[in-house]
């Protein structure tokens, strides 16, 4: 079992910065591929970015490549996600996750293939 708290949201000017943090409790943590996803009101949960357990192998979605950087600290239990450049665009809750992405050949972006998610985070950025 793992249990997920995002930090870090906020209200940022656009094309301005934010850090995310997720702070994960639970032994297995390091056994997961972690991920960031965002949800904007009215629109589905869309995947972000994610990393497996290691640290070693990320993977984007197109529209943050370049801008956005996930990493990872298993000796702390967290998972960041650095963003600059943000636009209004990107105003959304952003919710990690913990699961099997990238394993087994799942999918990295697929919601199905992450089994715990935190409560998110409000980024709100204006124009």
């Known amino acids: 079992q793992v249990q997920l708290v995002e930090s870090g949201g906020g209200l940022v000017q656009a094309g301005g910065s934010l850090r995310l943090s997720c702070a994960a409790s639970?032994?297995?943590?390091?056994?997961?591929?972690m991920a960031w996803f965002r949800q904007a009101p009215g629109k589905e949960r869309e995947f972000v970015a994610a990393?497996?357990?290691?640290?070693?192998?990320?993977y984007y979605a197109d529209s943050v490549k370049e801008r956005f950087t996930i990493s990872r600290d298993n000796a702390k239990n967290t998972v960041y996600l650095e963003m600059i450049s943000l636009t209004p665009e990107e105003t959304a809750i952003y919710y990690c996750?913990?699961?099997?992405?990238?394993?087994?050949?799942?999918?990295?972006?697929?919601?199905?293939?992450?089994?715990?998610w935190g409560q998110g985070t409000q980024v709100t950025v204006s124009s």
């Open positions: 996750a913990s699961g099997t992405g990238g394993k087994y050949g799942h999918s990295w972006s697929s919601v199905d293939n992450y089994y715990y």
């Open positions: 639970g032994r297995t943590f390091s056994s997961y591929a």
């Open positions: 990393i497996d357990w290691s640290g070693r192998s990320t």
